[in-house]
């Protein structure tokens, strides 16, 4: 972009790439082009990730994700909702229990 057309990009460019990848299936370019970008990553990018994660069932890039999201916001009950969602899917009832307890605690 700053070559071709002399535009600097800013975070909303860089949560639209990573949706971009996400929906195409290509997480690990995903979570590769975010740990590469020249701006610290923002929860919403790490949002927009672990939703496709959800999406295209992986668990372990999600769980990645998570943890590094939370970092920016551990009260960002979205982050625990969709990773509780994610181990519903694969039956990990208990730490379905854990997470939803701990969305309880910030009501």
Known sequence: MRRDHAIEPVMKHYVCMVDLYGRAGLLDEAFDFV?????????????????????HKNLMLGEQVVKRALVLDQFDVGNYALLSRMYADVGRWK???????IMKEFE
């Open 35 to 55: 740990k590469e970008m020249p701006i610290k990553p923002s929860k919403f990018i790490w949002g927009s990730l672990l939703s496709s994660c959800r999406k």
């Open 95 to 101: 730490d379905v229990a854990t997470l939803r307890s």
